[in-house]
């Protein structure tokens, strides 16, 4: 049964810093996998997909990257700002079309 | 822009009630998912549907009921609220276009019953 994790649950860096989110994944036979953003209260955002061929996904600030055989994905935001602090949350596609979540990354970027 | 929209963004409803939460896509996907989201459990997947009249449970389809009569509509329907179901309902859509089986979330429909 595939299990999504991401540690740490919460996280507060300084502005300006460079930041890694990480999210880990059991079953290595995924479709693909998604990064999203969840401010407060809110809806999920979608921020980037890799497709289980591809290596990484590069969005303004943001690339995620994905190791299908280590079964890991990492979110990488360059130059934080306080507008970054959100919950951050990764998804997993299986084979057979389930999407499993991580239960995410709250992100705190200290100004 | 993909855009998935929820009835309400606020509900207080009272324990026996019945209660229908709509979801609305404006993009003609096939794929249409109801979640709930409580802390420290994550998303946890209720029902989706394939197409219309089609749905299939989710993991945790006890107490809930969805219909979806029109591709664009798919609606979660609590027949008779309790207290436990006091929660985060977010709407989604599988889109398989240009940008290959992405997921768009509605803006979720915070529920509580009293």
């Known amino acids: 049964k595939q299990e999504v994790t991401q540690i740490p649950a919460a996280l507060s860096v300084p502005e300006g810093e460079n930041l890694v989110l990480n999210c880990s994944f059991t079953?290595?036979?995924?479709?693909?996998l998604q990064w999203f953003r969840q401010d407060p209260g809110k809806g999920l955002t979608s921020l980037l997909l890799i497709q289980s061929s591809q290596r990484e996904q590069t969005s303004g600030r943001l690339n995620a990257s994905l190791d299908k055989s280590s079964g890991r994905s990492t979110l990488y935001i360059a130059a934080s700002q306080p507008g970054d602090s959100a919950t951050y949350l990764c998804?997993?596609?299986?084979?057979?079309?389930?999407?499993?979540f991580g239960k995410g990354t709250r992100l705190h970027i200290l100004p | 822009d993909v855009k998935v929209t929820q009835s309400s963004r606020y509900l207080v409803k009272r324990t026996g009630e019945k209660v229908f939460l709509e979801c609305v896509q404006d993009m003609d996907h096939e794929n249409m998912f109801w979640y709930r989201q409580d802390p420290g459990l994550g998303l946890r997947l209720i029902y989706f549907?394939?197409?219309?009249?089609?749905?299939e449970k989710g993991d945790i389809p006890e107490g809930y009921s969805v219909s979806r009569e029109k591709k664009e509509r798919f609606s979660l329907i609590l027949e008779s609220a309790s207290t436990n179901q006091t929660s985060m309902y977010l709407c989604?859509?599988?889109?398989?276009?240009?940008?290959?089986?992405?997921?768009?979330f509605g803006p979720g429909t915070r529920l509580t019953v009293l």
């Open positions: 079953d290595s036979a995924i479709y693909n």
């Open positions: 998804a997993v596609k299986n084979r057979d079309d389930k999407i499993i």
């Open positions: 989604a859509i599988h889109h398989t276009g240009t940008s290959e089986n992405e997921q768009f």
């Open positions: 549907s394939y197409d219309v009249k089609m749905k």
